[in-house]
Every structure is written in structure tokens, then in C-alpha cells.
């Protein structure tokens, strides 16, 4: 069993009158970037209390212009990297004036949590038997293990946590980013399509991504290019397997 290290949290900020919308823009943006540059940030849920209604009535009654997040880090040194990183600093220069303030900053309260039970469900996960079942899970078997744990954490940092055997395991932020499954007809003569199964890592930029696996002593393998609505790649690692790169899509 792996010992727990994460760190979570609760904190409410109270918005300004008048302020919602521009707070909401801002706080989107935030979120966006968190989840691109900050690996170490699991879980980054913001949410505004929602006017009652007949059958959703908030105990006590709250003011609508609270906002609640609720966050998860890898660890300590990630929640601080959080805190004490340009986004989170810029952030606060550029729209703390949206809050309510005490000495010059937004007031907020944070209550950090132990975790005792249960499980968090994405909307976008499959809820009905016929939805299909999501890739969860990438594996790499190596010949020379140590060798392959430093090519991963050079060209994807990759960071590890060591479980039972030796294992190394890689823990990715939960997301609500969309899914790809697929199954192609296999050809031999095609770089990329031969018979087996591959796997593809989310980048930002196919190139920059190519050139750092090859400075980590991998190899190109197919160029890229775009089909079906998305972009990708396929480089190699020191051992000859496969590797998809895909950017972002919806």
C-alpha cells in the first residue's frame, strides 16, 4: 500500500457585489493553467453557491456570492509550489480586488482535510452500461528498468512513487479532460500501425515534445500530423516501444 501523501483542502473566498462575472472569467483562466503547468495540483474544483430552489435548499442560508474550492496536491512541496507559484501569485495581484478584503487581501478561511472514505466520480465518466469503459492506466514492461524510469521522467516528468516489487507508478491529476479509445486495421508497411496496441501521452506542442525525447535518448518514429479532428505523433523510447503524442482536443 502506498502511504498517502496528498494533500487536501477546503477554502471559501467571499466575491464583491457586483463582481461575479469578471471573478468567473478569471477563475476559469486560473484553472486552465493550473492543470497545464502544475502536475503536482490533483484536484483544483471551484464552485459558487447556487440559489435555492424548491427541492435544493442550503443549510444554513448562505450568500450567493461565496465561492468554495475544493483541492488536492501530491504533497506538501506541491501545495506550496501552488501557493507560492506565479499563477496562483499573479491571480491574486490581477483580481483579488474582486473579493471581500481584510488588510489588503481577499479574506477567505481553509479548513485542510484527512481523508477517511469514499471516491470522486467525474460527470463526464461512463454512468450507463452501454457507455464505454475508459483507459485508465499506462504500462511500460522494461528490460532495464532504471534506465527507462530516467528516459520517462526526462522527456515527460515523470515522477515516481514505488510500490510492491519495485514497481514504479505514476500518479496523473484527476480531470475532466475528454477520453480516446480506438481500434484501427493493422498495416505492417505503415510506420505506427503495426499489430499490437499503443498508447498516447496529452502534449502541448508535437514538436517541442519530440525534440525533448530525443534529447532524452529516444527517436522519432512518425511525424505529425492530423486526422479525424486531432493531432498526434509517435516517437520511440530507448527500448524500441511506441509512443503516442496527442495535443489537447474536445
Known amino acids: ?31 486552465k493553467k493550473i492543470y497545464l503547468h502544475e502536475p503536482g495540483t490533483l484536484t ?7 440559489p435555492d430552489d424548491s427541492k435544493l435548499i442550503s443549510l444554513p442560508s448562505v450568500s450567493h456570492e461565496e465561492i468554495t474550492f475544493f483541492e488536492q496536491y501530491r504533497d506538501r512541496d506541491s501545495f506550496l509550489a501552488h501557493v ?22 481577499p479574506f477567505l478561511t481553509v479548513s485542510f482535510l484527512s481523508h477517511i472514505a469514499g471516491f470522486k466520480r467525474s460527470t463526464l465518466q461512463a454512468t450507463e452500461a452501454t457507455d464505454p469503459t475508459p483507459g485508465v492506466m499506462v504500462e511500460v514492461i522494461a528490460e532495464d528498468q532504471a534506465k527507462m524510469k530516467a528516459f520517462y521522467q526526462a522527456a ?18 484527476q480531470s475532466l479532460q475528454p477520453r480516446l479509445a480506438g481500434i484501427g486495421e493493422a498495416n505492417a508497411a505503415e510506420p505506427g500501425f503495426a499489430p499490437g496496441s499503443n498508447f498516447y501521452l496529452q502534449v502541448d506542442d508535437l514538436a517541442k515534445a519530440i525534440e525533448k525525447v530525443i534529447q532524452a535518448g529516444g527517436k522519432k518514429f512518425v511525424s505529425p500530423m492530423a486526422v479525424d479532428g486531432y493531432e498526434f ?18
Open 156 to 173: 515527460f516528468n515523470w515522477q515516481y512513487e514505488i510500490g510492491g516489487s519495485g514497481f514504479a507508478y505514476v500518479r496523473y491529476p
Open 44 to 50: 483544483y474544483l471551484i464552485h459558487q453557491t447556487r
Open 84 to 105: 507560492g507559484g506565479e499563477i496562483f501569485t499573479t491571480f491574486l495581484e490581477k483580481n483579488g480586488h474582486l473579493f471581500q478584503q481584510s488588510d489588503g487581501r
Open 1 to 31: 500500500m502506498l502511504e498517502d501523501q496528498t494533500v487536501s483542502l477546503i477554502s471559501r473566498w467571499y466575491l464583491k457585489p457586483g463582481c461575479e462575472e469578471e471573478a468567473r472569467k478569471a477563475l476559469t483562466e486560473a484553472a
Open 233 to 250: 505523433a509517435m516517437v520511440k523510447d530507448p527500448e524500441d516501444n511506441a509512443i503516442g503524442l496527442i495535443k489537447p482536443f474536445s
